[in-house]
Nanobody, 126 residues
Framework: QVQLVESGGGLVQAGGSLRLSCATSILTFSRKAMGWFRQAPGKEREFVASINWSGGMTYYLDSVKARFTISRDNAKNTVYLQMNSLKLEDTAVYYC???????????????????WGQGTQVTVSS
């Protein structure tokens, strides 16, 4: 059974930072593109960031591009999201996900991801 477990969420003041982690049991982790998505109350889930299977290419939602960094550690089967200069509008449940297929480039479409974590709440206060 494949599992993805997010951690690192919490309450932070605007302008602060958080680092989210997603530990996985994916046997083929090093072959998988990984993504982060988020969902705020009353809104649809949206793409935040992704990293390709090799770690050499990343993609970001425009509104977070200058502030967030996605990375991966294949030795730990773990993907991270470093979030700096947090804003009120970043408040959401954040989910990590693994691509359905191997050697992916980091798609932005949620339907292309076959494995999902339970989510971790990020709340940014003024």
């Amino acid at each position: 059974q494949v599992q993805l477990v997010e951690s690192g969420g919490g309450l932070v003041q605007a302008g602060g930072s958080l680092r989210l982690s997603c530990a996985t049991s994916i046997l083929t982790f090093s072959r998988k593109a990984m993504g982060w998505f988020r969902q705020a109350p009353g809104k649809e889930r949206e793409f935040v960031a992704s990293i390709n299977w090799s770690g050499g290419m990343t993609y970001y939602l425009d509104s977070v591009k200058a502030r967030f960094t996605i990375s991966r550690d294949n030795a730990k089967n773990t993907v991270y999201l470093q979030m700096n200069s947090l804003k009120l509008e970043d408040t959401a449940v954040y989910y990590c996900a693994a691509d359905r297929y191997n050697y992916g480039l980091g798609t932005k479409r949620s339907d292309d991801y076959g494995y999902w974590g339970q989510g971790t709440q990020v709340t940014v206060s003024s």
